[in-house]
């Protein structure tokens, strides 16, 4: 067999196994019976010692040396080996017995951490991260890096990005951020909803959005789960889930969040199925076709213009006395706060930055574990100007750590970037994007994304499908331009 | 290792993949988008290589022969043996490629079988089931008897079952049944729902019933499904399904069996999870526990006498007018006809002893192939004075044949068997059993099924079980009793 066959082959078996593996995780999260975890995690840990030894299959790393040797005829092959090399590497790396090692200390960190979470206690976490911190950086040191150790694990989230491209990209949004902060902070009335929302009504709402979006349900489905998620299970099985609380119009931009996610992998192209290039190539590209979804469109004037009056009409005792004008005001107030996962988007970037420059600085061994509460909070007063009045609500907020995913945050920056960016570029391209939007006519906007996003899949590395598609790198431009005329400011 | 030690790990590892495979069929059939089908149809095949490449491990039947060597010292790791071993010899008697070849075949003649049933044309099937019988008689051959092939299939289905056996069970219901046929025919008023029945209602009522027989829906769940099943995702996590038509209460009866089904599985002791004996022992005793709460109990007069008044209150435009014995007769109306899934209970076994001859002659090589339709015809004018008017009507209205299941029709009489010995034994020891009925305290039913048949798994084989409990191997005797009772003859 050719040895792009053959990689193809092996491609294909570990999508399926991949594919799996997210349906134990999906119907875990979603179906499975209360009483059903033990025997599942059983389940996950034979599925995935099984997948890992094909992944580090030494025929396939061959397979691979010789792939480099006969560079592939087609951009979609050599895409192929690219990404599998990627996984190759990251698979075969880090010795086994310190992969061990990391799930066990990860695993164990995690309840410790939510322990101290509760208890606002973040000396008993300070051990574990210690030694997190410790294994991060050996992990960096077995991975491999040309600058700086961070640089590493940055890749492992947002292929190809550095510390310095992110320290690049913030310099530029540090201050009109803050500038911004200030001029818009507490301009609106905030949407107070005063008494419970049918939930079944919710559920009709979002399911209308996502079909008029373009949500595929005859290629995925919407459930209920404690935290929304989308997830593929096949190429033609892409399933979203929301969550839906009485007094919250959260729901809302939740399905277009997760739609936007759904709708990213809906639309890679049929040719790169059953292959590792059937997924979205970054964590930073995906986090961009949700919140383009969820944020630039779903909190626009123009689609509410379309949707508002649906609205009103299903939660007329709630909704009937505000204007649509008002009701947009309302879904775009800056309020900072010290928790990452409530702020708005202008506040959230802030959010990120912290926690970059804190990941790098320990990465660099120029902090340590014991310093990060006290240059926590000197930060939230500094850039959010918000004093934290305890680690539960500042250092201890996230699971990152706890995990051991140093380096993932900034991925969320990232994509708010990129979605804008894209964005200007699509607004450049259909100058009478309002009038569609206003006419409901979404499909038209999911079109352009399809075609011009969605379809590559994996085939493009992050930033080589920025620069593909809005004809420059990133930069922090368009976010920070998109977000002052959002603001009006 | 011990070699039971080593036994245990790889049953728990099969266990997993099992209970995974179990999964992608269930979200298959309940939760999967309608374009997901080729793709989840890869992933099973995937999984399905990894585990056979398992199962047929030669290093699990040189630990099967350390294991027959020293006996195993409890009676539960001597089961595991006996299963394991079974399992095992299954799997690796037959050649791969003689597999390969059926499963080519059956595939093919399933397609060919719906086609032929649509347009009434045996003759486009009769050459693929011609290949069918003979592959089977292949099959009979490689995995071994002592009599007849047909012995080998049967024990595929129901451990240790010979024709002969069934012959001999059989020969002592064909006359009572015949019997019971003439004089309990059209003697009930049919039920006739002639208006649509709520499916949130309905599904309230099967739910309800569910709870109150001992169905544990922390362990389980109830969905919809074209056709009801049950299925085990592990130890904790036995979920069953139903269906729901707006002219019928099949529901309710559906959801008994299926419960019947899901309450034996969960039923099975702790001691044995995450193993090979963690499931009913075969079909013939599943049957019976599925079939014990559907009709036994679930057509009874105290059954209805404690949930009649319910259903009526939920469907009272249905049923005001019917008394509780009405409605009991209604469902217990006998009825001869030519199709077997819609039969009822006294000549449901008709239809089953039918196949059973047919199927032995074939086996036999007493009967071709194209001989069937008619020597099927005229067997069902004999014993149930039934016309066949077409062959979509007759020889090809079951499934089984075209996916090569030959020896699966007698598990079902099996089972109407053994629920009523084991029916038997339960009203002896518990006397006022029709008072703790109609009281609704179906606990105490589930309690002493669980104590005598659930948790035992599948730890002693199919006819060891029915002596444990019944105190005598299975007979005719008390399924001719009961249908008599219940027939009032």
Redesign the interface.
């Known amino acids: 067999m050719k040895v792009i066959e053959e990689l193809k082959k092996r491609s294909?078996?570990l999508t399926?196994?991949h594919?799996?593996m997210a349906?134990?995780q999906w119907?875990q999260e979603v179906?499975?019976?209360?009483?059903?975890a033990?025997?599942?995690a059983?389940?996950m840990a034979?599925?995935s010692g099984?997948t890992h030894r094909k992944e580090v299959d030494p025929a396939l790393g061959e397979l691979l040396e010789k792939a480099a040797e006969n560079p592939a005829a087609s951009t979609i092959d050599r895409a192929l080996v690219r990404v599998m090399r990627r996984s190759y590497d990251q698979n075969t790396k880090l010795p086994e017995e310190f992969v061990e090692a990391l799930t066990r200390l990860t695993s164990e960190a995690l309840h410790v951490w939510i322990g101290a979470r509760k208890e606002a206690d973040f000396g008993r976490f300070r051990p574990y991260l210690e030694k997190i911190v410790e294994m991060s950086r050996q992990q960096a040191d077995y991975l491999g890096y040309a600058h700086e150790p961070y640089d590493s694990l940055l890749d492992l989230y947002e292929e190809g990005l550095t510390a310095i491209r992110v320290q690049e990209m913030f310099a530029g949004l540090k201050g009109p951020l803050s500038d911004l902060v200030k001029t818009a902070m507490d301009k609106g009335p905030e949407l107070v909803i005063d008494r419970d929302l049918d939930q079944t009504l919710q559920v009709r709402f979002a399911e209308m959005v996502l079909k008029k979006i373009g949500y595929d349900?005859?290629?995925?489905?919407q459930d209920v789960s404690t935290h929304p998620f989308s997830t593929t299970?096949?190429?033609?099985?892409r399933?979203v889930t929301n969550r839906y609380s009485p007094r919250s119009i959260e729901f809302i931009f939740s399905a277009m969040h997760e739609g936007g996610h759904g709708m990213y992998e809906q639309g890679i192209a049929a040719a790169l199925?059953?292959s590792a290039l059937d997924c979205g190539v970054s964590l930073g590209i995906h986090e961009s076709q949700s919140r383009l979804w969820e944020n630039i469109i779903g909190r626009g004037l123009p689609f509410w213009r379309h949707f508002y009056p649906e609205l009103q009409q299903l939660f007329p005792e709630h909704l009937a006395g505000l204007s649509v004008e008002d009701f947009v005001r309302a879904v775009n107030v800056v309020k900072p706060g010290p928790i990452r996962v409530e702020a708005d988007e202008v506040t959230y970037n802030l959010h990120v930055m912290i926690r970059f420059e804190l990941e790098r600085a320990l990465m660099e061994g120029a902090m340590t574990v014991a310093e990060l509460p006290e240059a926590w909070n000197a930060m939230y007063r500094k850039y959010l100007g918000v004093t934290v009045d305890s680690d539960a609500n500042g250092v201890l907020q996230d699971i990152h750590w706890a995990h051991g995913s140093f380096g993932y945050f900034p991925t969320y920056t990232i994509g708010n970037l990129a979605a804008a960016q894209i964005w200007n570029t699509f607004t450049r391209q259909v100058p009478d994007h309002e009038a569609i939007i206003e006419a409901g006519n979404l499909a038209a906007v999911r079109k352009w994304l399809r075609e011009n996003i969605y379809r590559h899949g994996s085939v493009y590395p992050p930033e080589e499908l920025i620069v593909k598609v809005t004809g420059e790198p990133l930069s922090p431009h368009y976010f920070v331009e998109y977000l002052r005329a959002r603001q009006g400011c």
């Open positions: 294909g078996e399926d196994l594919h799996i349906l134990l119907d179906m499975m019976p209360s009483s059903g033990a025997e599942r059983d389940q034979t599925l099984i349900f005859s290629r995925g489905r299970l096949g190429h033609h099985d399933r199925g059953h």
